[in-house]
């Protein structure tokens, strides 16, 4: 079962815990803003706070999903080929001159029905939800490559995908999404029963099965979840490109997974916050933003990326032993 709640002798120092991870990330990402806002040219510009806005979006909405998952003890990695092959399933709808509401509908379908499957074979069949996504993973990212010949599938100008490509109010749409779903699943998570029970199964799976929570029923809920949020991350990615592609968010799902760790999340489950995956996204965000600007050589970027996620479950490790010794 999840953590019991904090006696009144014990929720000085576990209120301080949580404060000092999600001060750290604040302490870190005013550390990172200032050191590349004084260092790098173009940082502090308007036009790079809105690329921000935009690039952090497309980590956040699949990432809010991914939080869930993560607190329940699971895993899913098929995060990036999730946003690739809706995004071509998308274009080739939209190709056809299928209704652009309809073709929106039915690539959110997709993504469903792809988290449905892996959270079955998680739930039903008993297969780690690693295995079952690192083959949705490899299936999808060669299907999205195969049906198009790795070139982009193009369609008409469209004034529905215009507006989601746009800014509102000075705000791209993609930025205003991602912070109205923050919003419903930071509720979901902390004011709801289905919430609770996610956190009491990432605890403890037979024990919170012997309360009565419908153990497999949440677990196929959560990845079905997960896909609808590739998918609607798909869906603004189309928008933003004007086309689908195969290879559009490669490595998204490693910095989905990042920002959720570096959030505090615990990879064993049981243990996780919304607020803490926000700032790791904006952290994530950041760090990739800034070493583009300063022209970084791209492979490098991704050992810095390693570097950070190795780094974040160390501390993770840390933080966990210190509260069973606080305790």
């Not at 995004?87 to 469903?112: D, R, Y």
């Not at 507006?163 to 998570?189: C, Q, R, T």
Request: glycine share 12%.
């Amino acid at each position: 079962m999840t953590e019991a709640p904090p006696t009144s002798g014990r929720r000085g120092s576990r209120l301080l815990s949580l404060d000092m991870n999600e001060i750290g990330l604040i302490g870190i990402l005013l550390l990172l803003y200032f050191g590349f806002g004084l260092t790098t040219n173009g940082f502090l510009s308007a036009n790079n706070h809105l690329s921000l806005l935009r690039d952090a979006a497309s980590i956040a909405i699949a990432a809010w999903a991914v939080t869930l998952i993560i607190i329940a003890g699971e895993i899913d990695v098929s995060v990036g080929p999730m946003v690739a092959f809706t995004s071509v399933c998308l274009a080739f709808m939209l190709k056809a001159e299928v209704n652009v509401v309809v073709a929106i509908v039915a690539a959110l379908a997709i993504g469903g029905a792809l988290g449905t499957l892996a959270g079955s074979l998680r739930a039903y069949f008993g297969m780690p939800s690693f295995v079952a996504t690192l083959g949705l993973w490899s299936a999808l990212r060669g299907m999205s490559f195969f049906t198009t010949n790795a070139l982009p599938v193009t369609f008409k100008d469209n004034a529905l995908l215009d507006v989601l490509a746009d800014n509102i109010l000075g705000i791209p749409a993609s930025a205003i999404v991602m912070l109205v779903l923050f919003v419903i699943f930071a509720f979901i998570s902390r004011k709801t029963a289905y919430g609770r029970s996610i956190y009491a199964i990432g605890g403890n799976a037979s024990a919170a099965e012997l309360c009565g929570i419908p153990v497999a029923r949440i677990r196929v809920l959560i990845f079905t979840t997960s896909g609808v949020m590739a998918a609607l991350a798909g869906v603004l990615l189309t928008a933003r490109l004007g086309s689908g592609n195969a290879g559009t968010a490669n490595g998204l799902e490693f910095d989905v997974i990042a920002a959720v760790v570096i959030g505090g999340t615990s990879l064993s489950g049981g243990r996780g916050s919304l607020l803490g995956t926000l700032l790791g996204v904006f952290v994530i965000t950041l760090i990739g933003n800034g070493l583009v600007l300063r022209g970084i050589n791209p492979f490098f970027q991704e050992v810095v990326r390693g570097v950070i996620i190795v780094a974040a479950v160390l501390a993770n490790i840390l933080i966990a032993r210190y509260r069973k010794q606080s305790a």
